[in-house]
């Protein structure tokens, strides 16, 4: 993904860079799930999101991750459903573990030899 400067920033701010603006996470994940084999797995995300508690923090957590069930249209017009799981974190082997973790139920949809070399 290209993350381009925002254009819509006021003359009277100063500029900053994009590093500046995504600190202090510096990895990015977005995994788009679809389909009947992956079913258990929003499931799981969604009741383990719904149970986060949101509240404002005096230093941002090294983990962040969000869930948006999306629905999506297949070529005879059948609203299936499915999810986006966005996540950032401050380093990349916490954004790898986490979403290791989080999509575990993958092994019995690509074998486990597959999901383990993803996650190496």
């Keep these: 993904m290209l993350l381009e400067a925002d254009e ?18 510096s990895c990015y994940a977005m ?8 079913q258990n797995i929003v499931e799981n995300l969604r009741a383990t999101f719904e149970a986060i508690t949101v509240f404002k923090r005096r230093v941002p957590e090294d983990l962040i991750w969000s869930f948006s069930q999306v629905d999506f249209r297949d070529a005879e017009e059948s609203v299936r459903e499915g999810a986006v799981v966005r ?11 986490w979403l290791k973790e989080a999509l575990q139920g993958l092994e019995d949809v690509l074998g486990v030899d597959v999901y383990c070399r ?3």
């Design 87 to 97: 996540v950032a974190g401050k380093e990349t082997e916490q954004v790898k573990m």
């Design 8 to 25: 819509s920033q006021s003359d009277s701010l100063p500029k900053r860079a994009l590093g500046e603006r995504l600190a202090p996470y």
């Design 31 to 38: 995994v788009l799930l679809y389909g009947a084999e992956v």
């Design 118 to 120: 993803a996650f190496r």
